[in-house]
């Protein structure tokens, strides 16, 4: 089912990349945020078309941390947790986001799936640190406080 | 002419050309650069950072395989510095690998150990970094996968993708939890794996190994109601010897009979016998396409790694497969119908060990179609190296045996099959063979020189009394493909083609003495072409033990019994 959704911007994409190998992130994006995550269906269909193997979509998939096989919370909130960042406190802003967010531990989802928190590597948001993202959306300067406030807000959504 | 480039390596004038590597230009003033990623046959992949070097100018030290020799370079290969970082990188890799070399099956042959101590390492002064904790890959019958032993250096990666055109593992994950793994991790015997062992040659330590049956052949041995026979291919008589130290090459045919009988097996067969039969089967096969118009090209069948790339990647092209069986599988039936019948053995305590070049034979040895006796016709298959330590196990003075002949009649064979070992071997004894049956004329130089070497595809066009016959022979499964997708876009000419899964056929196969390369691959096929030479028959149809046994037990080739016995049917595995 899930391909069916993609499909369309699929092609659009495999038009766009004559080369085929380059098509793969693309697709492997948009797939990602369609789905909500990435599933052995997709990896297949994606090998079989771009003529690649299998194990080499999914070696791809399992290199970068923005995708997934787990279906991710509504909101993904990735801490990063690279050099500046982790001299600016980032330490002490993921522990105060995990416990604002219902105490979940890292890499986890909160039970209604609202929430995935992720420890990520640079962000490339060195110049407002310690920072995180929040699906696309960039949060800098940070302080355990403003951090928390942050995700109150977010937690608000689920009553609106 | 080739653009050339003068640099200075140690001191040294090297002129070379343009876009040598410095690790290759080094070897021009005979320094092998100590190395573990590098393979000479695969890409550059440039991970483990041994074959470092200092360039005169440069802050860093250089990856010599992957650094590019420019003019006016000066390299300097053996300093204090590139000492004191090979040494630290190896340590490193040795904090994170496991401590069992006691037990590995790679202990004679581990490219890390050896490194470890010519580095000169002789402590390990880091704390072990990681847990043992992946588990092993045991879901293939032919390979063990041992992902805690793996150092990362991709050289399995790029042999199966770049050789093999298969494409079964991949590194997995990131940083330090990278592993190689399969598919969804599900095991090298569920995704497009042929077994066929080329990531086993190319493995620097104990990752990936064959699936050792060595105790339970032993205990067959020993168990007196079991008549234990073995049969032995045509590849490892050109190649055990290397387990002893003998040069490569060294043709031990007589010598490795005479081990096999100290080792306890009853009856020392032939595989060659069988090669001999499949050759008449497939021959006639041939012919019988070509005049009734069957499919074409037909290809050969010999090689179960091939069967199974086939299967997997050209599902719709199997009816050009032969249908005959290998001549592994052929020697299971025969010997559990005819020789069973001949001796009063009953098939049931008939023990059939074979020994192969080749990993993938285990696999093939356990496929459901390979039950034309009622059980599974061969038993047990071991490797090259396998039977070398059920030898080196009992304390056999291999080299100076004196030589032995194998049992009849399932050990007499002829020329023709003992060049099944190499790359268009079958081909050049099918044409022995296939000429005289189609011309009625006795073929008076048996050697088709156009089908032999190394070469990945060899093509030649043969004349058989006013029919032409397009033939086409390759050996490691990238070249393979090539030709099957000549056959999917209709445009392959052939009539007969060849195919070996493994670099160089057989003898290059993936249960062989390690090293294997490309020069030690070239001198067991000269061993085998000598051997051929030196029969005193050299086409198989003229087996005098091939041709009782049509007489008494088969009737003649491709005869309903034969078909029953011999022939086999193949599986859609498909891909995705």
């Known amino acids: ?160 | 002419m080739a653009e050339l480039v003068n640099l200075t390596i140690d001191g040294y004038q090297i002129q070379t050309a343009k876009n040598t590597t410095i690790f290759e230009a080094a070897k021009k003033i005979n320094i092998n650069i100590p190395h573990l990623c590098y393979h000479e046959n695969l890409s550059i992949y440039g991970a483990c950072r041994i074959c470092v070097v200092e360039v005169e100018g440069r802050p860093r030290l250089e990856p010599s395989c992957a650094t590019i020799a420019e003019n006016g370079m000066r390299v300097k290969t053996n300093t204090a510095r590139v000492r004191r970082a090979r040494r630290m990188i190896v340590e490193l890799l040795l904090a994170n690998h496991p401590e069992d070399c006691f037990t590995c099956e790679s202990n004679q042959v581990c490219e890390l150990r050896k490194l470890a101590y010519d580095l000169g390492i002789r402590s390990l002064r880091f704390e072990k970094g990681r847990k043992y904790h992946y588990k092993l890959d045991l879901s293939s019958p032919a390979i063990i996968r041992d992902p805690n032993k793996c150092i990362l250096c991709s050289r399995c990666i790029r042999v199966c993708l770049e050789i093999q055109a298969v494409g079964a593992i991949e590194f997995v994950n990131r940083g330090s939890k990278t592993q190689v793994l399969t598919f969804f991790n599900k095991g090298l015997n569920n995704v497009e794996c042929t077994n066929c062992g080329q990531c086993i040659l190319a493995c620097p330590t104990g990752a990936l190994r064959e699936k050792t049956i060595v105790d339970e052949v032993w205990e067959a041995i020993s168990d007196p109601k079991k008549f234990v026979i073995v049969q032995t291919a045509p590849a490892v008589r050109s190649a055990i010897g290397e387990e002893f130290g003998m040069k490569p090459g060294a043709l031990v045919t007589g010598k490795m009979a005479a081990a096999l009988r100290r080792l306890g097996f009853s009856r020392i067969f032939d595989t060659q016998f069988t090669a001999d039969l499949t050759i008449i089967e497939e021959a006639y096969e041939l012919v019988e396409r070509i005049k009734n118009k069957g499919i074409l090209p037909m290809i050969t069948s010999c090689s179960p790694g091939w069967i199974k790339y086939i299967e997997h990647f050209f599902p719709d092209c199997l009816e050009h497969l032969s249908t005959c069986k290998s001549p592994q599988q052929m020697f299971g039936a025969i010997a559990k119908t005819y020789y069973s019948q001949k001796t009063g053995i009953e098939p049931k305590n008939l023990y059939v060990v074979s020994i192969m070049p080749c990993t993938a034979k285990k696999f093939e040895a356990k496929r459901p179609e390979m039950r034309a006796s009622g059980a599974q016709d061969v038993d047990a298959v071991l490797t090259t190296r396998e039977i070398a330590r059920m030898i080196k196990e009992t304390g056999i003075d291999f080299c100076n045996l004196q030589d032995e002949d194998f049992d009849e009649p399932l050990g007499i064979s002829t020329g023709a099959a003992v060049i099944f070992g190499a790359t268009g071997g079958v081909m050049e004894a099918a044409l022995r063979t296939a000429y005289e049956v189609v011309t009625g004329k006795t073929l008076e130089r048996v050697e088709f020189e156009q089908v032999r070497g190394l070469e990945g595809i060899k093509k030649a066009n043969i004349m058989l009394d006013g029919l032409e016959l397009k033939v086409a022979v390759a050996h490691g499964l990238s070249n393979a493909r090539i030709l099957l997708e000549e056959i999917q876009n209709g445009t392959s000419p052939y009539h007969f083609i060849e195919v070996m899964a493994c670099p160089g056929g057989c003898l290059g196969g993936g249960g062989q003495p390690m090293p294997t390369n490309f020069e030690i691959r070239a001198m067991r096929a000269a061993s085998l072409y000598r051997e051929d030479e030196d029969k005193p028959v050299r086409k198989s149809h003229e087996n005098p033990a091939i041709k009782k046994l049509y007489e008494e037990f088969l009737e003649k080739p491709l005869s309903e019994k034969a078909h029953h016995l011999l022939h086999t049917t193949y599986t859609k595995r498909g891909r995705y």
């Open chain 1, 1 to 160: 089912m899930s391909i069916k959704k993609c499909r369309q911007e699929f092609e659009k994409i495999f038009k766009k990349y004559p080369d085929k190998t380059q098509a793969l992130l693309p697709c492997l994006y948009v797939a990602q945020e369609k789905c909500g995550c990435l599933t052995e269906e997709i990896v297949s269909f994606l090998a079989q078309r771009l003529d690649l193997p299998k194990v080499e979509v999914y070696s791809v998939i399992t290199f970068y941390s923005m995708f997934s096989f787990e279906k991710k919370g509504k909101f993904v909130i990735r801490i990063c947790m690279s050099l500046p960042c982790y001299l600016r406190g980032s330490r002490e802003i993921l522990e105060a986001v995990v416990e604002e967010a219902l105490c979940i531990k890292p890499n986890q989802s909160t039970e209604a799936k609202k929430f995935t928190i992720e420890p990520v590597s640079c962000l490339g948001l060195c110049d407002i640190a310690p920072a995180m993202m929040i699906n696309k959306k960039i949060y800098g300067n940070l302080t355990p406080q403003k951090a928390r406030e942050i995700i109150r807000r977010y937690k608000q959504e689920k009553d609106k």
